[in-house]
């Protein structure tokens, strides 16, 4: 896709921005809280390529993470149900674009430093584990974990998008959020993949 078709699409996204995102993002975050994280939490080990040197440690980690992700799976919902109207529309849509930002820059950093530490070019340090298979949890990593964080990025930020035009943002405003959104997760991810880079290099 060039750059022309990327605008395109962005703004026919802009101008019509899909209600079901929001729920659709409620859902995807309440499946990974449950099905993987609250899941590890409690002993689960698929998914995991290891051991760790503090396993309670680590469950306890999945546990609260369990938590916050079901906590923003819930708040995705002020974005398409009515309760969201009565809370201010830039509380609803700050958070929620910078989250957005935030998950997508996560998997784009990945994309980029794994594949470097796998062709040598970095060492990346993995902290924690006892035991460690690397190619499985480099697939884990890549085709499971970071597909959820980028596609909790696209749909939040199009439920923060459809938000803002019902109640009563323009599609040009709409517009310069889209842009504003992923210049934020591209700068995030320049940032983020500089300091794993030189500190690993």
Known sequence: MDAVQSRTVVARLS???????GYAACVWAVLYALGVRLYQGLGGTVG?????????????ASLIAAVGILLVGIASLALVRPWGLRLPRWLV???ALAGSAYAAAHALTAYVTKPLHAFGVIQLQFHGWATRHEAAQFAWDLLFYE???????????????????????SARGAYRLAWTTVAGTLVLTAIACGIVIARNA
Not at 48 to 60: A, E, I, K, N, W
């Open 15 to 21: 101008e019509r921005p899909p209600a079901w995102a």
């Open 48 to 60: 995991l390529s290891g051991t760790f040197q503090d396993p309670d440690g680590m469950r306890r």
């Open 93 to 95: 849509i700050a958070p």
């Open 147 to 169: 597909p959820w964080f980028l596609g909790l990025g696209v749909l939040v930020t199009l439920g923060a998008l459809h938000h803002h035009r019902r109640t009563g943002g």
